[in-house]
Structure formats: C-alpha cells, structure tokens
C-alpha cells in the first residue's frame, strides 16, 4: 500500500460515515478508495482497474469521463453554476423540462426538479395528497403500496416502502399504508400467472373496500430494485394501471432505478404503454454525473394547484439546488448521447448476451434464481436449490462473492445474497462479455469454497 492511499483510508475511517455500510466491519476492513474513472473502468489510488459493474450505484450511463458530458459541464460553469428557481427562471431548466416531457409516456406536461430519487418521490407523494386536499377528495389521504419495495430515505418516501430491514425501526415516524404483496414469482408457491392474479386482486380488493381512502398506487415499474431485482410477471404494471383507472386513483410510477435504458426501453413504462399521473425519475437521468431528480405530472394534477392567494392551493415546496445548471446540462448532454449513439437500439443484443451468460450461471451450485429485465439482473444465492432455503444473514455470503470479484477486476455489490449486474447502458458488447465472464467464474470456482461448512 503506497502513502497516499493508507493517509486516505485512515482519514476516511477517522472522519466518514458511510451510507448504507456496517461500519464496525469497515473500520477493519481495507477498502478501495476511487480515485479516478476512465471510460467503464474505475481506478483506484493504487491504479488498479475495475469495471464499473453496477454502475457506481445504478446511476452511470456512458461511463466516465465522457467527451460530450463534460465539456458541457465546462461549458455551464462559464455561464452560471447555479441560480435559484424560486420564482426564477434559468436557460438550462427550461430546456430539459422540454427535453423529459418529449421521453415520457403521453400526459406528463409539468416537471418538478429536485436531487435525489428520495426527494422525487417524497414530492409525487405530497403533489398526490394535496391533488386531492385542493380538489375536494378531502378523505383521500393515504396510499397503496408493495411488500418489499424501496422509493427512498425521506420519511415519506419511507412510509410507502416496504423493507423491514430498512424502514423497520422508524416505524413510528411514518405515515399509514397499505400494502399488497409483490408479484415475486421465485417465491411464490404456484405459476407465473397465478401469482400476477394475486397481486392484482389484493389491490382490487383493498381498492373496492378502502378505494375512497386512497390518494394514489406507488409501484416500482417492472423491477423492484432493492427488493433483490424481483421481475413483475408482464401484464401486472398495465393491470395496476387499470386499477387505479377503475377506482379512480392516481398512478405514480418510480422509475429511478429503471429509467434512461435499464430495461431496455427509455423508461420501463414504455413495456406496457402505461402513462402513470406522477413519474419520478433520478439516478441516470444526468448520465450518473450530478444529483438531479425530476417529478413529472399531468396537467390535471397541476392544474388543481392553481388559485388565489387566499385559497392556499400553492405547492409550498422546493430545495436550494433545485433544477441546478450543471445538472441540467449535463443531462441534456446525456440525452443527446442517447439519440446520437442509438443507445436504446443497441440494448436488444446486450440483453441477449447476458441471457445466454445467465442460462449458464443457473444451473450452478448454490444458485437458486436469475433475474433480468434489460440490463437489470439479479442473482439469488441459496443454501438449498430445491427448498429455496437462504444462507443465514450473518454469513454474508452476497458480500464475500462480491469481494472475490473486485479480486478479479469488477467492482460489484450485493443485495444481500442477490448478486446485482447491471452495468453502464452505453457498454460495449466486448467488455459486458468480460464483466459477465467474472461473475460466472466466481459463482462456479469461489462460491462453492466460500459457503462450505456454512
């Protein structure tokens, strides 16, 4: 270890909290500090490379230290960082406010920016609620949500998720809601179509007896990220849709994690021609360059927040960094990489290429699922193939297998026992075969060793 490197870690260990790390176990460890990025590699301060495998946290989409990103970043700061849109408007905002509306499903008019996907979803949550405050629907004041789902950090995009591990111990923090089962086929007992039916008529259920409670459906599109990248059975999003249609509800739809190419379209709404009433979007929508977030609504929504001073039917909420420059430039750089590489078309071979490396990897030992939808894969690490059985949590099998592959040059992480792969969108075909090459060697030569005796 050279000088600089162990000056960082002791620095970082003396003064840093990590997010979402036990850090009693990364005092001890001998972690990686990043110190540069060069295409879909990352760097660390001793120079060694690794592949960017799950997309520095799902949220890369041409790798890093992109030509066309940065120079319009460049560009930005000769013009202004940053400037308020409390009651402002700026050139950049404006100009991907139009771009989003011309990507999204038909209906979203109105962007609301932020910079998270949290925020985003802690917005959609508060327009839906005051949407029924400022249209008469005054018993209208609580939500559908899905086990095990994930919107977030805020204490409300919290109180419609549904991860006991996460959320648990705020519990009494959050607001009521309800929730249905998640469509999550693998453990379910009985076929695919048996289980969509199920979900869909809890929530049919729920909606006939509590429907004038409900001010709107929350869902993850497709895949619930964090959950362990549970792939919906198809139908469920247009099913949902249909639901809140039927009851007369409102539809957000989050799709943070899978937007801007994840599963193989621009938006995995687009799967189902589903428009929702609220879209949030985050992670990739600056190329994974900036924290921005965007919440789109339709005109109707919007329109119900409009009035008098005295009728208080204002949207009172807003951040300081909202609709950032920088941030807007670059995702209006990001967009534009989209159109002129042909990103989106080029996503059908990447996605069969991973398919025929999945194919392979389940029937390995100690592989109980593999999950994809696009470029958003799971796979799901069990003690006992037949019975589904998990390791225990302890055993932290996930993380030991994801530590054997940044040996081998790919930088992943788990969820849990899920082995996640979902790398950079814009990859190339050459190096997703390398990256998935890693990944099945580990499974088949280092898992075995590290789960005997467990």
Request: glycine share 10%; charged share 25%.
């Amino acid at each position: 270890m050279n000088d600089e490197t162990r000056k960082l870690i002791e620095a970082d260990k003396k003064y840093l909290w990590h997010p979402f790390t036990q850090m009693s176990g990364w005092v001890e460890s001998d972690p990686v500090v990043v110190d540069s990025g060069d295409g879909f590699y990352l760097i660390d301060t001793k120079g060694k490379r690794y592949i960017d495998g799950v997309s520095s946290l799902w949220c890369n989409i041409h790798g890093h230290r992109v030509a066309a990103i940065d120079d319009a970043i460049r560009d930005q700061l000769d013009r202004i960082g940053h400037s308020t849109l409390l009651g402002l408007g700026q050139t950049r905002s404006i100009e991907l406010a139009e771009r989003l509306v011309e990507i999204v499903p038909p209906g979203l008019e109105k962007v609301f920016y932020s910079d998270s996907g949290a925020t985003s979803v802690e917005i959609a949550i508060k327009m839906a609620y005051q949407y029924c405050q400022n249209s008469g629907q005054k018993e209208r004041k609580k939500f559908i949500a899905l086990s095990d789902s994930y919107h977030g950090d805020t204490i409300g995009s919290v109180s419609v998720g549904g991860m006991e591990i996460f959320h648990g111990i705020f519990g009494s923090l959050l607001f009521e809601t309800y929730y249905v089962d998640s469509p999550f086929p693998y453990r379910f007992d009985g076929d695919e179509d048996a289980c969509l039916a199920r979900s869909l008529s809890q929530i049919d259920a729920l909606l006939k007896e509590r429907g004038g409670e409900i001010a709107a459906i929350v869902v993850e599109p497709l895949v619930q990220g964090a959950a362990g990248i549970i792939v919906h059975p198809k139908g469920f999003l247009k099913g949902v849709r249909e639901l809140a249609d039927k009851y007369d509800v409102l539809l957000i739809v989050d799709e943070v994690a899978t937007g801007f190419g994840r599963t193989g379209k621009m938006l995995a709404c687009e799967h189902e021609q589903v428009s929702p009433d609220l879209m949030c979007l985050a992670k990739g929508i600056t190329g994974g360059y900036l924290p921005l977030a965007a919440t789109l609504a339709t005109q109707e929504i919007f329109d119900a927040f409009l009035g008098g001073i005295a009728e208080h039917k204002t949207f009172y909420h807003g951040h300081t960094y909202t609709g950032n420059a920088l941030g807007c430039a670059a995702a209006i750089a990001s967009l534009d990489l989209f159109e002129g590489n042909k990103i989106i078309a080029s996503l059908d071979e990447k996605s069969e290429l991973i398919s025929k490396h999945f194919a392979k990897i389940k029937e390995l030992p100690f592989i109980g699922d593999v999950r994809q939808c696009g470029l958003m894969c799971g796979i799901e690490i069990v003690r006992d193939k037949a019975g589904k059985e998990s390791f225990p949590h302890e055993a932290t099998v996930g993380a030991k297998i994801c530590t054997a592959m940044r040996g081998k040059g790919a930088m992943m992480r788990p969820l849990s026992d899920v082995i996640v792969v979902m790398p950079p969108v814009a990859m190339g075909i050459e190096l997703l075969d390398e990256l998935l090459g890693i990944v099945s060697e580990t499974l088949k030569n280092d898992l075995p060793k590290i789960v005997k005796g467990l």
